[in-house]
């Protein structure tokens, strides 16, 4: 596919010294299948999490003590009784704030500076490049080497956050082992089960979380433990990817069974309790 002759920079693979070929690229396959799917499948998890996020009900589900990870911890007056596992730390914010404010902005830039969701909007969004192989459609790049690119370089720091909110989850995944006569157990349990430990695989494949635990290290013959942690952190290193999307579906798909069932709409069901 050949991009317009108009507008066409005349820097790169169009310079005067370069082979005077026509085309954008010469690759016959679909390589804009790719950037598509990853534009498509960006925007339907970003609409999905910010309605959920700023809907302010039908989160918390009081029987079972199912909360959705998208109001955890729920620190607002305005969060319904019991779904306050961190306790209450505000009045009751306006219909502008979510309940979650507390971790969506750590979440959003964890993922946002995420070496993997980098390479893929990189890509998809900023068609840089938009292929292996397919010039970009711009005469000028700096790279990370600017602000504000050059904060992706803080990205550590939201991966200990994020590991920290992860905790979180994990807590509220085992109480929500509960039912009105004590313990229970449903198909929400599996769900956010589920959910929290694909969560793990994914933060516990993150590639600043492989540096700080063996990666800058230089005699691994000397740290047996954190070799030993490096190798299996490396697997889920090597599936990064993966675990990114099968998490965006998980969390959304958390999100909506716990909708579905403290709304009413459908039941949850139970094993035991
Ligand atoms: S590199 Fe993806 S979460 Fe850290």
């Keep these: ?58 989160y918390w589900v009081a ?62 969004v900023w068609q840089s490049p ?13 790279g990370e080497t600017r602000f504000p690119l050059i904060v992706q370089n803080g990205h550590r720091y939201f991966f200990y956050l994020a590991s920290a909110i992860l905790l979180l989850n994990t807590y509220d995944a085992i109480v929500a082992f509960h039912s009105p006569t004590g313990f229970g157990f449903g198909l929400g349990n599996v769900i956010l089960v589920a959910n929290v430990t694909l969560l793990w695989a994914y933060t516990g494949g993150c590639h600043s979380c492989r540096h700080v635990m063996g990666g800058r290290l230089k005699h691994f013959s000397k740290h047996p433990v954190r070799y030993w942690l490096w190798t299996k952190i490396s697997w889920f290193n090597e599936r990064h990817m993966t675990f990114a999307w099968i998490t965006l579906g998980t969390l959304a798909f958390t999100d909506f069974y716990i909708w579905m069932v403290s709304s009413g709409t459908i039941s949850d069901l139970r094993f035991i309790g």
Aim: include cysteine; hydrophobic fraction near 40%; aromatic fraction near 16%.
């Design 130 to 142: 938009t292929g292996c192989a397919v010039p970009e459609p711009r005469g000028r790049y700096t």
């Design 1 to 58: 596919m050949s991009a317009p002759a108009v507008n066409r920079p005349t820097t790169g693979v169009f310079s005067s010294r370069r082979a005077d070929i026509d085309a954008r690229t010469l690759r016959t396959d679909r390589w804009w299948l790719q950037p598509l799917m990853v534009n498509l499948g960006l925007a339907a998890f970003i609409v999905y999490a910010t309605v959920r996020a700023f809907w302010g009900r039908d």
């Design 63 to 124: 029987d079972y003590h199912y909360l959705t990870p998208f109001y955890s911890p729920c620190i607002s007056s305005k969060c319904v009784e019991g779904a306050s596992h961190l306790g209450v730390w505000f009045g009751a914010f306006p219909p502008w704030i979510p309940m979650g404010m507390l971790v969506l902005p750590i979440l959003l830039l964890f993922r946002l500076t995420c070496y993997y969701y980098r390479k893929a909007y990189y890509r998809s």
